[in-house]
């Protein structure tokens, strides 16, 4: 189990793809150069470098063990020639440097090959130091840890557009902190009730605006998402919008408000429209407008007869996450049986892929999936009562500017490229 990936994250470049583990083990990916004579390799994505970014810990005063599992990574905007990113178990933060050695100093005075220092006498000359070539090495080195500013668990970190803040929230607080500031952090949401009892919804994820360093959202267990800005006071528990979509009470169900809470927020490319996931649908909202989303797509909605035994078997409290294409116009979230789905939100099409490694041959085509749920069905067409709710997609990225995405299904990654054309699948 400590193999199942639980983050999937690119860089801002898109050449590079981070995943976190449930081992405490982050893999970073590299995208191979295209070549001349071999043009299906462009975007072939190799293993760059692994580390260890997390251990097991224990609290010793509340008597709690605190797992390794990577919660997110996050990547900073590229600076220099290092590359930098953020990772979080439940409770520590760490900064990350990445870097590249491919020459070494040699020739030293004082110094011989192995590094020892030379008897002094014996230096009767002067030479200049020169730098060799040698291998490529990628080193890791932790910058900073951040850590005791949570006392629940941290489920989101996103990094500011000023470059120079990030924030993380857990299921009650939001803290802002400064990249190079690791022993105090702002408190700048705090729903954490006087009395515990009174607890009526939770903080489930949470991004900055990608564009104004002001600005953020936040997702609760009750469905809502929450609009802040900080320029209008300190602490942010007073919202500025509130995006709510009334329930039918049609529809009313002992699951409403289990299904209801919203997994995942994900602010558009352009910072126009805001992108959530809950348990049956994907909906996209406008900034501009807080009283319904602007679109609904069913995910599964063939799910909706079965949520007594998803409850039973905890299938129901799954957290899925969401992800824009690099223009905005298309949509994808994962599903059950390994099946991800994508929403044209153009056309309206929409299409059912699956990662599994029967139908992921290099360069095969993936093929439509369907699910029936009675009457007739067609010859490739899965029955819901066959699908595999062990086998889920709840991690997947899209690279920011190309048609490639990422999918963690389970302990195995996959890496899909639009080879032919510029549609969906």
């Not at 220092?117 to 910058?143: A, C, G, I, N």
């Not at 690791?182 to 903080?203: G, H, Q, W, Y």
Request: glycine letters at 4%; hydrophobic letters at 35%; proline letters at 4%.
């Amino acid at each position: 189990s400590a193999d199942i990936i639980s983050t999937v994250e690119f860089n801002h470049t898109g050449e590079l793809l981070a995943t976190g583990d449930k081992g405490g083990r982050v893999v970073i990916f590299q995208r191979e150069p295209e070549s001349k004579n071999e043009p299906y390799n462009q975007g072939e994505y190799n293993v760059y470098s692994t580390f260890q970014s997390h251990e097991p810990e224990f609290d010793y005063l509340k008597s709690l063990e605190i797992e390794e599992k990577i919660n997110k990574i996050k990547w900073l905007p590229q600076q220099n020639a290092a590359h930098s990113l953020l990772s979080t178990n439940d409770k520590t933060i760490k900064l990350w440097k990445i870097t590249e050695r491919d020459k070494r100093p040699e020739g030293y005075n004082l110094k011989d090959e192995e590094g020892k220092l030379k008897d002094l006498s014996t230096v009767t000359s002067l030479q200049v130091p020169v730098l060799k070539p040698m291998d490529l090495m990628v080193e890791v080195t932790p910058r900073r840890i951040f850590a005791n500013g949570h006392t629940y668990h941290v489920n989101s970190i996103s990094v500011n557009s000023d470059c120079e803040t990030y924030m993380s929230a857990d299921d009650l607080r939001i803290n802002l902190w400064h990249l190079a500031i690791t022993d105090r952090s702002f408190n700048i949401v705090d729903i954490k009730p006087a009395n515990m009892e009174d607890l009526t919804e939770v903080i489930t994820a949470s991004e900055f605006h990608p564009h104004h360093c002001n600005l953020f959202v936040y997702s609760s267990s009750k469905g809502s998402l929450r609009l802040c800005d900080m320029r209008a006071s300190a602490l942010c528990d007073k919202h500025s919008k509130l995006y709510e979509e009334p329930e039918d009470p049609s529809n009313r169900s002992f699951f409403s408000e289990i299904i209801s809470s919203v997994s995942d927020v994900k602010f558009s490319h352009s910072g126009r429209y805001m992108l959530t996931r809950d348990y049956l649908t994907v909906k996209v909202w406008d900034l501009n407008m807080e009283t319904k989303p602007v679109e609904t797509y069913q995910v599964h909605d063939y799910l909706r007869s079965k949520l007594c035994s998803l409850y039973e078997n905890d299938c129901i409290f799954d957290k899925f996450e969401c992800a824009w294409n690099g223009s905005d116009s298309v949509i994808m979230t994962g599903a059950y049986n390994n099946f991800f789905r994508m929403f044209d939100r153009n056309t309206k099409r929409d299409v059912t892929l699956e990662a599994s490694r029967e139908s992921s041959k290099p360069r095969a085509i993936l093929k439509p999936r369907r699910v029936c749920v009675g009457g007739k069905r067609r010859k490739d067409d899965i029955s819901v009562d066959s699908l595999d709710f062990t086998k889920k997609i709840l991690h997947t990225a899209w690279h920011p500017t190309e048609n490639i995405i990422a999918i963690a299904a389970t302990n195995n990654l996959y890496i899909f490229q639009d080879k032919v054309n510029s549609e969906m699948h």
